[in-house]
Antibody, heavy 123, light 108 residues
Framework: EVQLLESGGGLVQPGGSLRLSCATSGFTFSSYAMSWVRQAPGKGLEWVSAISGSGENTDYADSVKGRFTISRDNSKNTLYVQMNSLRAEDTAVYYC????????????????WGQGTLVTVSS | DIQMTQSPSSLSASVGDRVTITCRASQYISTYLNWYQQKPGKAPKLLIYAASSLQSGVPSRFSGSGSGTDFTLTISSLQPEDFATYYCQQSYSTPPYTFGQGTKLEIK
């Protein structure tokens, strides 16, 4: 059974930093691209960032480009996102999601999701 | 970026009803359209991929159709556990993987 477990969320001041983790099990982690998707309180889903199975290729939403860095440790089956220069509008539940492909490619979808971790950016 | 628009934004229905939710893309996306279900406080769950393919384990009362720019998600006979919010997502031109704004399905 595929399992994804996010951690690292919490309250942070504007301009601050936070690193989220997503520990995985139940599948060959290095064979699949992974993404972070967020959901602001009471709002819809917004894709944030993706990384290929090898970690060589990454992509970001314009809203986080230059501030967030996605990475992975395939030896630990864990996905990360380093979030810097946080803004109030980054407040959201952050989900990690597994795709069905190795690369960051079109024609893909999210077939497994974690339960999410809440990030609150406020003074 | 491709924009996805769902209608209606909310919908009230009764157990046993047949329900249809529509998703429109701002440009051609072939059949690269996926549907997710999200219950309050829970993660989204994949229901349908590639417009009409049922994800493993999803009940057959869920079905999807469409191509090009217009798509539908149909629930043939609503069950109590189907009351949730539904999102479409395009995967034709990605990233960014864009979602619709959601359709909240409520009990009448």
């Amino acid at each position: 059974e595929v399992q994804l477990l996010e951690s690292g969320g919490g309250l942070v001041q504007p301009g601050g930093s936070l690193r989220l983790s997503c520990a995985t099990s139940g599948f060959t982690f290095s064979s699949y691209a992974m993404s972070w998707v967020r959901q602001a309180p009471g709002k819809g889903l917004e894709w944030v960032s993706a990384i290929s199975g090898s970690g060589e290729n990454t992509d970001y939403a314009d809203s986080v480009k230059g501030r967030f860095t996605i990475s992975r440790d395939n030896s630990k089956n864990t996905l990360y996102v380093q979030m810097n220069s946080l803004r109030a509008e980054d407040t959201a539940v952050y989900y990690c999601a597994k795709t069905r492909s190795f690369g960051v490619v079109p024609r893909d979808y999210f077939d497994s999701w974690g339960q999410g971790t809440l990030v609150t950016v406020s003074s | 970026d491709i924009q996805m628009t769902q209608s209606p934004s909310s919908l009230s229905a009764s157990v046993g009803d047949r329900v249809t939710i529509t998703c429109r893309a701002s440009q051609y996306i072939s059949t690269y359209l996926n549907w997710y279900q999200q219950k309050p406080g829970k993660a989204p769950k994949l229901l349908i991929y590639a417009a009409s393919s049922l994800q493993s384990g999803v009940p057959s009362r869920f079905s999807g159709s469409g191509s090009g720019t217009d798509f539908t998600l149909t629930i043939s006979s609503l069950q109590p556990e189907d009351f949730a919010t539904y999102y479409c997502q395009q995967s034709y031109s990605t990233p960014p993987y864009t979602f619709g704004q959601g359709t909240k399905l409520e009990i009448k």
